[in-house]
Structure formats: structure tokens, C-alpha cells
């Protein structure tokens, strides 16, 4: 499509060189012309030198577009070696340790990706970096790939957000201040996990198996917790409070608690209309 447009504009440009002689002059259209079919020299002695401005710039951007694309391709292809690496070591029995390494490739940015036709982009990429989305897609395939052998993994600081770890084998692992905003860990087994400061915003958390589990400082805020085993976990309730499904989740005390700290809270979860019934939001 942008191919097409720019055929029109060189259609457009041409039509106007035919009517306009001052922009055949400084364009550089005379000046390639007169390179094809040179003029006599009784008529370029009759006529000023054609000026060449405009060619010599374009020659200027396509030597910069082609520096800006050597170092965009040498920065992916260093980015992606290093996602090969870390792919190796997920395949060993040290994958727990090789986990840790994920916050650290997240944090790797690449310049912006040159483009010809769009040239604030070329001028941005030598002064602009950003995540490389096709590097976030392979970390997240990776993840998926070995979700049965996760346990004690270090995902701590790391952005899953969106991940799809169904029935994922999260035993032990650390998982602190970790982004799993909108993430499905249906029927996922997080036993034991340190859940300080995560964020479960908006995540598909049913039947997920969360005993014995530290939450402090999280935000669960839309979580889905329907079904979900709490039993035995560290948990303060007003930071599930604008969870879905708060009543259907399996805790040793929780309505207990709920009923002795949050009176009102409990009566709209537990006591009212079935409008409450499958919310824990005020």
C-alpha cells in the first residue's frame, strides 16, 4: 500500500516538473535528465548549471538508512543469540536458575527498526531504543514449552503480562513483584510461592492451587478466583477485595476472618443477593 502511494506521488511529481520549470531546475530532475540525454554545448553554455541539491540529500538518507539497518540487524541478531542461550539452558535440569535470566533479557532494548519510506523512523532509530516484541513472544513460547517443570523458578521483576500458563507447575517458585496482569494460570499449582507485591489484575486464577502461598502488597484487583485453593496461605483480604469470585475460593478461616474484620464486607459477599455472590467488590 505505502509502495502504491509513493508510485503516485512520483506520478504527481512528474506531472508538475512538465508545468512548473522551476521545480524540473531545483528538484534534480533536470540535473538526471540532462545525465541521460546531455544537452549541445551551445545550450548549456545558453543555460545555468542544473542544481543537484536534492539528489545529493537523498544520497545522504539512503547511506544513513543503511547504517541505521547494519545496526538494527546487528542489535537483533545479539538479542536473539542471547534468547538461543537462555533456550539451551531451559532445556538442563538448572532451569530454575536459568529463569532468573528473564527479567535480565526483558530489560534488553533494540534501536527502533529503520524504515525507507518513513524516515523520522531512520532518524529515530539512532537515538531511540525499544523491546523487541518478536524477543517477548519467544520468552512467553519458551515458558509455555516447560510449565510442567517450573518449580522454584526465580520469575521475580519479570513482566508476563498476557502469558497463558495453564495447569503450570509453579511449585516454590518466586514470584515477587512479578506482572502477571491478564495472564491465565488456570488449574496451576503455585504451592508454596512468594507473592510479595505481584500484580494479578485482571488474571484467570480458577482452580489454581495457591496453598501455603505468601501474598503481601499484591493487586488482584478483577482477578478470577473462582474455585482457587487459599488454604493455608499468608493473605490479607482487603488486598483481594475487588476479586471475582472471592466466595467460591477454598481458605481454612477466610470467611471466618472476613466476618470479624470486614463485617460489611462479608454480609455483601456471603449474606446478599446473588448480584454479590460472584464478587468480593464493594
Given amino acids: 500500500m505505502l509502495a502504491i502511494l509513493w508510485g503516485q506521488c512520483f506520478l504527481i511529481f512528474l506531472i508538475l516538473c512538465v508545468y512548473s ?53 546487528r542489535a537483533v541478531n545479539s538479542y536473539e543469540l542471547q534468547i538461543m542461550s537462555w533456550q539451551n539452558q531451559m532445556q538442563t535440569e538448572f532451569r530454575d536458575d536459568a529463569c532468573a535470566y528473564v527479567k535480565t533479557l526483558q530489560k534488553t532494548q533494540i534501536p527502533i527498526r529503520p524504515d525507507l519510506f518513513r524516515f523520522w523512523n531512520t532518524f529515530r532509530s539512532f537515538f531511540q531504543n525499544e523491546q523487541y516484541d518478536l524477543g517477548k513472544e519467544k520468552i512467553y513460547q519458551t515458558l509455555n514449552t516447560y510449565k510442567k517443570g517450573l518449580q522454584n523458578a ?61 501474598f503481601s502488597d499484591i493487586n488482584a484487583t478483577e482477578a478470577v478466583l473462582f474455585n482457587a485453593d487459599l488454604r493455608n496461605a499468608t493473605l490479607d483480604f482487603n488486598e483481594f477485595a475487588d476479586a471475582k469470585s472471592l466466595k467460591q475460593t477454598q481458605h481454612n478461616s477466610l470467611e471466618l476472618n472476613i466476618k470479624t474484620k470486614y463485617p460489611e464486607r462479608h454480609k455483601k459477599i456471603y449474606l446478599e443477593s446473588p448480584a454479590f455472590l460472584g464478587s468480593g467488590k464493594n
Avoid at 22 to 31: F, H, I, P, T, V
Avoid at 58 to 65: E, K, Q, R
Avoid at 177 to 199: F, P, R, V, Y
Fill in 21 to 73: 520549470p522551476k521545480l524540473y531546475d531545483y528538484s534534480g530532475a533536470r540535473a538526471i535528465c540532462e545525465k541521460m540525454f546531455p544537452p549541445s554545448p551551445e545550450d548549456a553554455e545558453k543555460s545555468p548549471k542544473p542544481s543537484s541539491f536534492v539528489l545529493w540529500a537523498i544520497g545522504i538518507y539512503v547511506a544513513l538508512f543503511s547504517i541505521a539497518s547494519a545496526r538494527y540487524d
Fill in 154 to 214: 526465580d520469575l521475580s521483576y519479570t513482566d508476563l503480562s498476557g502469558i497463558r500458563l495453564i495447569k503450570a507447575n509453579l511449585t516454590g517458585a518466586y514470584l515477587r513483584h512479578c506482572n502477571l496482569k491478564d495472564s491465565n494460570l488456570e488449574s496451576a499449582n503455585l504451592q508454596d510461592t512468594n507473592c510479595n507485591g505481584i500484580n494479578l489484575s485482571n488474571a484467570m486464577l480458577i482452580s489454581a492451587d495457591f496453598r501455603d502461598a505468601y
